[in-house]
């Protein structure tokens, strides 16, 4: 998907065919700045949603977890899959500099790095959370149990 979308199909150009109509169907009264204000936060969220769930993705094809496996992961892991990421939006951005509607920018790679670094910062809060509320759990059950 992310190479798709570095071709010609993900330029602003085709973006705005989208994006420009749903906002003045929304806000009729709303600019042209406003809408290439709207159009720009709109594409490096998805800059940075889908570098997220690539790098998740590279963490859980590292990691390999099984079903019952309630561990947030090892911080090596997550810095290979991390650095996996980086590498994958540097060579993105060189494809899109070859592509005349596109440009491959640093900027670009930075707001994918973040992306991607977010993405797993949040996995493994919501796994330690997770990983404390089943063990808070456990512990209640078990010590109800022995004291019986």
């Given at each position: 998907?992310?190479?798709?979308?570095?071709?010609?199909?993900?330029?602003?150009?085709?973006?705005?065919?989208?994006?420009?109509?749903?906002?003045?169907?929304?806000?009729?009264?709303?600019?042209?700045?406003?809408?290439?204000?709207?159009?720009?936060?709109?594409?490096?969220?998805?800059?940075?949603?889908?570098?997220?769930?690539?790098?998740?993705?590279?963490?859980?094809?590292?990691?390999?977890?099984?079903?019952?496996?309630?561990?947030?992961?090892?911080?090596?892991?997550?810095?290979?899959?991390?650095?996996?990421?980086?590498?994958?939006?540097?060579?993105?951005?060189?494809?899109?500099?070859?592509?005349?509607?596109?440009?491959?920018?640093?900027?670009d790679v930075l707001i994918d790095a973040l992306g991607?670094?977010?993405?797993?910062?949040?996995?493994?809060?919501?796994?330690?959370?997770?990983?404390?509320?089943?063990?808070?759990?456990?512990?209640?059950?078990?010590?109800?149990?022995?004291?019986?």
């Amino acid at each position: 998907m992310i190479i798709g979308f570095s071709t010609d199909v993900g330029s602003s150009r085709h973006t705005s065919r989208i994006i420009g109509p749903v906002l003045r169907w929304l806000v009729p009264g709303i600019t042209e700045e406003s809408i290439g204000r709207v159009q720009l936060g709109v594409r490096k969220t998805a800059h940075m949603t889908e570098y997220a769930v690539l790098a998740l993705l590279m963490w859980r094809a590292l990691r390999r977890p099984g079903r019952a496996d309630r561990k947030p992961g090892r911080c090596n892991e997550m810095m290979l899959a991390f650095g996996l990421a980086v590498l994958f939006a540097v060579s993105d951005e060189i494809h899109q500099s070859f592509v005349p509607s596109r440009e491959g920018r640093v900027l670009d790679v930075l707001i994918d790095a973040l992306g991607a670094l977010l993405g797993l910062l949040a996995w493994r809060a919501w796994g330690k959370w997770r990983g404390r509320r089943g063990a808070a759990g456990a512990v209640g059950a078990g010590g109800a149990g022995e004291s019986e």
